[in-house]
């Protein structure tokens, strides 16, 4: 799983050692350029000096093919802004971001931050938690990581379960490609029934894969 995080303090720091330990692709994201320079020195290439309150900086980090984006700065102001441009700008389907001052939290969960924490260790809890709940990757990308070829795990609690792909309302920029029933290739139609053990394999705009992933497997909130 690819996941970004901004803020190069000690909380982004053990944060990103923690990832890279079990094997996640991580990029830490900071724009105070000696701290950046000291970490690249320990950690190499995942380091990135660039904003993450900005479009240009996040994009630099490849946020558009980020699966989970945690902003862990000292600022709840910019920590908002990051986490508002990963979900409503790069469509990241989690956005988890520390809370510095607790008066905040409810700010940040009535402008769509879902998860709002504090310590080093909650923040891996809630991307572990996250990524079990969760049952699609990104395989492919194309034309600049505007359309992706994702995959897509069908569980009993799936809100797309024993439901026909006709009544799914995908997005427009959307197709379901195959559906992998067991051993069994089926080439969807409108009345093909999602079936608890299916695997999905969609093509969706980079605009509509958070949807499409909602209307499979839920919010993941």
């Known amino acids: 799983m690819y996941i970004v995080v901004v803020g190069a303090g000690k909380l982004g720091y053990y944060l990103t050692k923690d990832l890279l330990s079990k094997g996640h692709e991580v990029t830490l994201v900071d724009w105070n350029h000696s701290r950046v320079r000291l970490l690249e020195a320990e950690l190499g290439e995942v380091v990135l ?3 993450g309150s900005s479009i240009d900086g996040l994009e ?3 946020c558009g093919r980020a699966e989970v984006i945690v902003a862990v700065t000292g600022d709840d102001e910019d920590n908002l802004v ?3 441009l990963g979900k409503k700008y790069f469509k990241v389907p989690k956005a988890i971001s520390r809370i510095n001052n607790p008066k905040n939290e409810n700010v940040f969960k009535e ?4 998860t709002t924490i504090s310590g080093t260790l909650s ?3 809630a991307i572990e938690s996250y990524l ?8 492919l990308s194309f ?5 992706e070829l994702i995959e897509i795990d069908i569980t009993t609690d799936s809100p797309s379960n024993q439901k026909d792909i006709y009544t799914l309302n995908l997005p ?3 197709i379901i490609a195959l559906v992998l029933k067991g051993k069994d290739v089926v080439f969807p139609r409108g009345d093909t029934k999602i079936e608890a053990g299916d695997m999905i394999l969609a093509i969706a705009s980079s605009v509509d894969k958070e949807r499409v992933i909602e209307i499979f497997q839920g919010t993941g909130e």
């Open 49 to 51: 000096y660039a904003s």
């Open 60 to 62: 630099k980090a490849g």
């Open 82 to 84: 990051i986490c508002q």
């Open 111 to 114: 402008l769509g931050v879902g």
């Open 123 to 125: 923040i891996a809890e």
């Open 132 to 139: 079990l709940k969760k049952r699609f990757k990104t395989l």
């Open 143 to 147: 034309n600049q990581n505007e359309t």
């Open 172 to 174: 427009k920029n959307s």
